[in-house]
């Protein structure tokens, strides 16, 4: 029985957005089996800065839900349709209260409509003494992004760290991810000017089988080559080719290829960019982006990680690649 003096408490990382390729069609009747079916190849970064969510249940008032964001947002679809799919699911009856603190920008492309619809679903179940698979959450947490128009599989990323390739859209067990291992010694730095609504971007797109023609492309690139670096470059000649590179963004661009990072790319969909940076070189890079963009947003984290790679040497011979899982 739930405990009702308790919240339920749930941390999701963020899911940030490099390419994608949109997948929209399908030949399935089932409305469900739609949904499980469609969605985004592509790929980003799986981010310790995420969403922590806390949810409690009041069962002796009228059956609503309210969601709080940061302390000032009242109105978050993702979040409200996940708590209403989870009072379907186990039969809650009362008000649901939902409260956010969401440590990167909303929506920027950085996967806060997933992370906090995902951790809705984890900590109503958690509260309720269910048991719930991860899979399952991410399962639920796609056919939300899909209803709500907020974003295209960020949300498997989700289900594993570190830089993610989405090689099959849908959602689990369907879909298939894959990840590319990254350095232990790195953070990713991210300058973000403002956000970008997804559903109005996508409705500018008027050939949508167009970018997903040039996004399997670079896709298909990044697998021949699967390296950090190629990956970003790659994800960035997909935003010019797209035309998702705005004004600000081609700004941006200019001053990250001047600094000593890995690489850079957009994020998608956001007037923002990222950039992989190494830990002996974040300091600069942050002082040169604090200087060049004192107006806009600086998010600085580390990555999600399922394995780290690097190598020794002695003098110019090297020794090893070390993994660690």
Not at 223 to 232: K, V
Request: proline share 5%; charged share 25%; hydrophobic share 40%.
């Amino acid at each position: 029985m739930m405990n009702l003096g308790k919240y339920g408490y749930a941390y999701f990382p963020s899911a940030l957005s490099s390419i994608f390729s949109p997948k929209l069609k399908s030949t399935a009747m089932d409305v469900e089996i739609y949904l499980d079916r469609i969605g985004a190849r592509g790929g980003g970064f799986s981010l310790v800065k995420g969403s922590e969510t806390w949810v409690k249940i009041y069962p002796d008032e009228s059956d609503r839900t309210e969601v709080v964001v940061n302390e000032n947002i009242r109105n978050f679809p993702p979040s409200i349709e996940a708590a209403e799919e989870m009072r379907r699911r186990y039969k809650i009856k009362g008000r649901i209260e939902i409260r956010h603190r969401i440590s990167v920008p909303i929506g920027s492309g950085f996967g806060t409509s997933a992370s906090s619809a995902a951790g809705v679903i984890l900590a109503i179940s958690s509260l309720l003494g269910q048991g719930i698979t991860l899979s399952e959450v991410v399962r639920i947490t796609h056919e939300i992004e899909l209803r709500c128009r907020t974003g295209l599989n960020s949300e498997v990323g989700l289900m594993t760290g570190g830089l993610v390739l989405v090689l099959r859209e849908g959602a689990p067990p369907r879909c298939i991810i894959d990840n590319i291992p990254l350095p232990s010694s790195i953070k990713l730095i991210a300058i973000v000017s403002g956000p970008i609504e997804t559903p109005d971007s996508l409705s500018e797109i008027s050939k949508i089988e167009e970018v997903e023609k040039i996004g399997d492309k670079y896709l298909s690139r990044i697998l021949r080559q699967p390296t950090i670096e190629s990956f970003l470059r790659y994800a960035r000649e997909f935003a010019y080719e797209s035309g998702f590179v705005t004004k600000i963004v081609e700004e941006i661009f200019e001053v990250f290829g001047k600094l000593p990072v890995i690489g850079y790319a957009q994020n998608m969909l956001g007037e923002a960019v990222h950039a992989l940076v190494y830990d002996k070189n974040l300091d600069l890079v942050v002082r040169s982006l604090v200087e060049s963009f004192p107006d806009m947003e600086l998010v600085v984290s580390g990555i999600t990680s399922i394995c780290n790679v690097y190598s020794k040497s002695i003098g110019t011979i090297e020794l090893e690649q070390t993994y660690r899982y």
